[in-house]
C-alpha cells in the first residue's frame, strides 16, 4: 500500500536524511523518509564514537568560513548530545611554535576565542594531561551518531517513514516525483525529493545523464580493550584528541571488566568492503601511539575488540555536495559529506528547506551566518553537471529575508 503523499521525499536514513526530516518537521512540512535498512542511523551513520570540530586549513577559503558557520550551528544545537565534551586538536610538532601566528591564523579563519583557543603544551599539560601544544574546542564532543539518527526523527508527527525498501529508481510524472523499488512499483511519492543516501545518488542519476563523481573511501575503526592495570591508560587524556586521526576517552565496560578506547580511523581510498581487516587494524595501532606522543606505548600492547567499518562518500573535489540538480525541478541532492557528516548535514538542514520552500526560518538562520548564495555556490552539485553555476546566474538560494 503506498503511504499517503507527503511535502518531501528524502532517500535516505543516515545522518543526512535523519537531520534533514527532522528540520522539515520543525518547519511544519511533511516528510516521508525511506531507507533500505530496519530503521535509521544503521549503516555508515551507525557507530557510537563520531567526534566533530571545525576544519583547519591553511587559508581562509570560502570553503573554510563555511565550515565555521555550519559549526557554529553543530555547537548550539548538538551541545546537549555529546558524550564528551571539548576537542582538542594537536599541534604537528612541539617546536618553533609562534603561539601568537596561531592566533592570528584561528583570527583569519573566522574563530573567535570562545569557539577555539590556541593552548601552549604548558598549558595543555596542566589542563588535559596532554603533552602537545593546540586548539582547543570546548563546544566540540563526540557523539553515538546512530542514536542521534534516532533521535532526530522520534516522536516527529510531520515525518512518516518507510524501513527495509531499497529505492531502485526515480521517476517524475506530471510533476510528482516517485520513488521505485526494483520491479518498478511506487514505494512512495512528492512534489519534491532529495537523495540523501550516499554512493547511491548517483546510481538513481544516471538515466537523467547526471553525473557528480563521487567515490567510496573506507574507514575502519577500533576499539582496543585495556583493563585497570594497563599502564597506557595513565597516558591516555580525559578529553577527545584530533590529528593524524583521533581517539576519545576510554569508556569502563562493566560487563567485560575492561576500558573500551576507540581510535580511527583509517582512510582507505577506492575500497568499499565493509568487513574489518588487520592492515586498517595496525595503521590504528600506529595511530594511536602518534596521538600519545611524544610519550610512548607499544603498539603490540593494543588488542582490538571490537570494530566499526564505514564507507565514506567523497567528491572528486572532496568538498560535499547539497543543493538543487540544475535543468531538472525539485530534485536535490545531500551527499558527499566525507568525514564530516554531522557538520554538513546540519547545514544542509537549513540549505534545502530554504531551497524547497524558500523557508524565511531557514534564510534567516543562513543569512545570519554570513552564508548566501554567492557563499554556499562553492557546494552546489551544479560545479559538476555542465559548470551550470559559471553560467548561471539563477542563485542557489531564494533571496534571503533581512535578518533581525
Same mark, same amino acid.
Given at each position: 500500500?503506498?503511504?499517503?503523499?507527503?511535502?518531501?521525499?528524502?532517500?535516505?536514513?543516515?545522518?543526512?536524511?535523519?537531520?534533514?526530516?527532522?528540520?522539515?518537521?520543525?518547519?511544519?512540512?511533511?516528510?516521508?523518509?525511506?531507507?533500505?535498512?530496519?530503521?535509521?542511523?544503521?549503516?555508515?551513520?551507525?557507530?557510537?564514537?563520531?567526534?566533530?570540530?571545525?576544519? #583547519?586549513?591553511?587559508?581562509?577559503?570560502?570553503?573554510?568560513?563555511?565550515?565555521?558557520?555550519?559549526? $557554529? @550551528?553543530?555547537?548550539?544545537?548538538?551541545?546537549?548530545?555529546?558524550?564528551?565534551?571539548?576537542?582538542?586538536?594537536?599541534?604537528?610538532?612541539?617546536?618553533?611554535?609562534?603561539?601568537?601566528?596561531?592566533?592570528?591564523?584561528? =583570527?583569519? +579563519?573566522?574563530?573567535?576565542?570562545?569557539?577555539?583557543?590556541?593552548?601552549?603544551?604548558?598549558?595543555?599539560?596542566?589542563?588535559?594531561?596532554?603533552?602537545?601544544?593546540?586548539?582547543?574546542?570546548?563546544? !566540540?564532543?563526540?557523539?553515538?551518531?546512530?542514536?542521534?539518527?534516532?533521535?532526530?526523527?522520534?516522536? $516527529?508527527?510531520? @515525518?512518516?517513514?518507510?524501513?527495509?525498501?531499497?529505492?531502485?529508481?526515480?521517476?517524475?510524472?506530471?510533476?510528482?516525483?516517485?520513488?521505485?523499488? &526494483?520491479?518498478?512499483?511506487?514505494?512512495?511519492?512528492?512534489?519534491?525529493?532529495?537523495? &540523501?543516501?550516499?554512493?547511491?545518488?548517483?546510481?538513481?542519476?544516471?538515466?537523467?545523464?547526471?553525473?557528480?563523481?563521487?567515490?567510496?573511501?573506507?574507514?575502519?575503526?577500533? @576499539?582496543?580493550? +585495556? *583493563?585497570? %592495570?594497563?599502564?597506557?591508560?595513565?597516558?591516555?587524556?580525559?578529553?577527545?584528541?584530533?590529528?593524524? /586521526?583521533?581517539?576519545?576517552?576510554?569508556?569502563?565496560?562493566?560487563?567485560?571488566?575492561?576500558?573500551?578506547?576507540?581510535?580511527?580511523?583509517?582512510?582507505?581510498?577506492?575500497?568499499?568492503?565493509?568487513?574489518?581487516?588487520?592492515?586498517?587494524?595496525?595503521?590504528?595501532?600506529?595511530?594511536?601511539?602518534? +596521538?600519545?606522543?611524544?610519550?610512548?606505548?607499544?603498539?603490540?600492547? #593494543?588488542?582490538?575488540?571490537?570494530?566499526?567499518?564505514?564507507?565514506?562518500?567523497?567528491?572528486?573535489?572532496?568538498?560535499?555536495?547539497?543543493?538543487?540538480?540544475? *535543468?531538472?525541478?525539485?530534485?536535490?541532492?545531500?551527499?558527499?559529506?566525507?568525514?564530516?557528516?554531522? +557538520?554538513?548535514?546540519?547545514? !544542509?538542514?537549513?540549505?534545502?528547506?530554504?531551497?524547497?520552500?524558500?523557508? &524565511?526560518?531557514?534564510?534567516? $538562520?543562513?543569512?545570519?551566518? /554570513?552564508?548566501?548564495?554567492? %557563499? #554556499? &555556490?562553492?557546494?552546489?552539485?551544479?560545479?559538476?553537471?555542465? /559548470?551550470?553555476?559559471?553560467? *548561471?546566474? =539563477?542563485?542557489?538560494?531564494?533571496?534571503?529575508?533581512? !535578518?533581525?
Amino acid at each position: 500500500m503506498v503511504p499517503e503523499q507527503t511535502e518531501v521525499l528524502i532517500i535516505g536514513a543516515g545522518i543526512a536524511g535523519t537531520s534533514l526530516a527532522s528540520r522539515y518537521d520543525q518547519l511544519g512540512i511533511s516528510a516521508c523518509l525511506i531507507d533500505e535498512a530496519t530503521g535509521p542511523g544503521l549503516i555508515t551513520s551507525g557507530h557510537d564514537g563520531a567526534i566533530t570540530h571545525p576544519a #583547519l586549513g591553511r587559508t581562509a577559503s570560502r570553503l573554510h568560513r563555511i565550515s565555521i558557520a555550519a559549526y $557554529r @550551528i553543530v555547537e548550539s544545537e548538538w551541545a546537549n548530545a555529546w558524550i564528551s565534551r571539548g576537542v582538542f586538536v594537536l599541534s604537528k610538532t612541539n617546536t618553533n611554535i609562534d603561539p601568537q601566528a596561531v592566533e592570528e591564523k584561528l =583570527k583569519l +579563519l573566522g574563530i573567535k576565542q570562545t569557539v577555539g583557543e590556541y593552548v601552549s603544551r604548558l598549558d595543555a599539560l596542566k589542563r588535559f594531561e596532554v603533552d602537545r601544544a593546540g586548539v582547543w574546542f570546548p563546544g !566540540a564532543g563526540s557523539l553515538n551518531l546512530g542514536a542521534a539518527c534516532k533521535k532526530l526523527i522520534s516522536g $516527529r508527527k510531520n @515525518i512518516k517513514t518507510i524501513w527495509s525498501k531499497k529505492v531502485a529508481h526515480i521517476k517524475n510524472n506530471n510533476g510528482i516525483w516517485h520513488a521505485l523499488d &526494483a520491479q518498478h512499483q511506487v514505494i512512495a511519492s512528492a512534489k519534491r525529493i532529495v537523495l &540523501a543516501n550516499s554512493f547511491d545518488t548517483q546510481k538513481l542519476l544516471e538515466p537523467y545523464e547526471q553525473k557528480l563523481y563521487l567515490k567510496p573511501v573506507r574507514g575502519q575503526l577500533s @576499539i582496543f580493550a +585495556l *583493563n585497570k %592495570s594497563s599502564t597506557i591508560l595513565k597516558y591516555i587524556p580525559k578529553v577527545n584528541l584530533s590529528g593524524d /586521526g583521533y581517539c576519545t576517552p576510554p569508556i569502563y565496560d562493566e560487563e567485560n571488566q575492561h576500558y573500551r578506547w576507540l581510535v580511527g580511523s583509517s582512510y582507505d581510498e577506492n575500497q568499499d568492503s565493509l568487513k574489518p581487516n588487520h592492515e586498517s587494524d595496525l595503521h590504528n595501532r600506529k595511530m594511536a601511539c602518534g +596521538l600519545l606522543e611524544p610519550k610512548k606505548i607499544n603498539p603490540d600492547e #593494543l588488542h582490538a575488540v571490537d570494530y566499526f567499518v564505514g564507507i565514506r562518500c567523497v567528491s572528486k573535489d572532496r568538498l560535499p555536495l547539497i543543493g538543487a540538480i540544475p *535543468n531538472m525541478k525539485n530534485i536535490y541532492v545531500v551527499t558527499a559529506l566525507g568525514s564530516r557528516g554531522l +557538520l554538513w548535514s546540519t547545514l !544542509a538542514s537549513y540549505v534545502i528547506p530554504a531551497l524547497t520552500h524558500s523557508s &524565511a526560518f531557514a534564510l534567516d $538562520r543562513l543569512a545570519r551566518l /554570513g552564508l548566501d548564495s554567492e %557563499s #554556499l &555556490a562553492v557546494l552546489s552539485p551544479a560545479r559538476f553537471l555542465g /559548470g551550470a553555476f559559471a553560467s *548561471n546566474s =539563477k542563485p542557489i538560494l531564494p533571496v534571503a529575508s533581512k !535578518a533581525k
